[in-house]
């Protein structure tokens, strides 16, 4: 049997739904192709690989994938695509599983309290260098039409894909949380005088400095419209 080293790439895609960003040079990459697969929605995320030495043949690559935070992302199974370069269709595509390391209940954690890996096990019939993508399961693709409004909680890992069409696409973000916790960006109210009570509060107006923790009326006049309307439950401690 023909042996050979296989120099294997590893690079991530790690595909999820909303908005976020992503720093993928693949924007502009042919359909089909590998780069193509890499440029799916998701964050920055690493890939460190586990195995480093290969033959023609079967192939076992083991590797980790890792967030932002240095947190192992941890997805039953994830999608592998390999060929030869990110500019060229995919020669084969395989699923990796998850796997304990070690002996389940015996061995220690890795380094950074790592207890799994992802295991891909496919075969290459040629030496020579290639590139491996993987994408852990579990992305939804939102496709949306111009108008459409998607709510989702922001905990949630989300990123933007890149745009291949003629078009550009104009998205707004606004996020909702606690008074007291205060705005990322500078949307002070007195910039815009002409907003009315609820679009002032809406942008983190409140009358007092106390009322982002303790508001009365006047620091939310949205509980006064709710009021209005029959909106307001006494049986929620938010509406009260």
């Not at 950074?112 to 992305?139: E, N, S």
Request: with cysteine.
């Amino acid at each position: 049997m023909r042996h050979a080293r296989l120099l294997v790439v590893l690079v991530a895609a790690l595909g999820v739904a909303g908005c976020g960003s992503s720093t993928s040079s693949t924007g502009s990459a042919e359909p089909g192709t590998l780069g193509a697969e890499l440029g799916r929605s998701g964050p920055d995320v690493a890939l460190i690989q586990g195995t480093s030495d290969y033959a023609v043949g079967p192939v076992r690559v083991t590797f980790l994938v890792i967030d932002s935070k240095s947190r192992s992302v941890e997805r039953p199974r994830a999608r592998v695509w390999v060929g030869p370069s990110l500019d060229r269709p995919p020669t084969t595509s395989t699923q990796a599983a998850l796997e304990p390391i070690g002996i389940p209940g015996k061995s220690e954690s890795a380094t950074g309290g790592v207890t799994r890996i992802y295991v891909a096990r496919f075969r290459l019939t040629r030496p020579g260098k290639y590139t491996l993508v993987a994408q852990p399961d579990g992305a939804v693709e939102v496709r949306a039409a111009p108008g459409t409004a998607c709510v989702f909680d922001r905990r949630i890992w989300h990123g933007r894909s890149p745009n291949l069409s003629a078009i550009t696409r104009k998205v707004v973000f606004l996020g909702f949380t606690y008074r007291w916790i205060r705005p990322r960006h500078d949307h002070t109210p007195d910039l815009h005088p002409g907003l009315g009570p609820l679009q002032r509060q809406l942008l983190g107006a409140s009358a007092s400095q106390l009322g982002y923790w303790i508001p009365d009326d006047g620091d939310v006049p949205l509980r006064e419209w709710m009021r209005e309307h029959g909106l307001i439950d006494p049986a929620r401690p938010a509406h009260r």
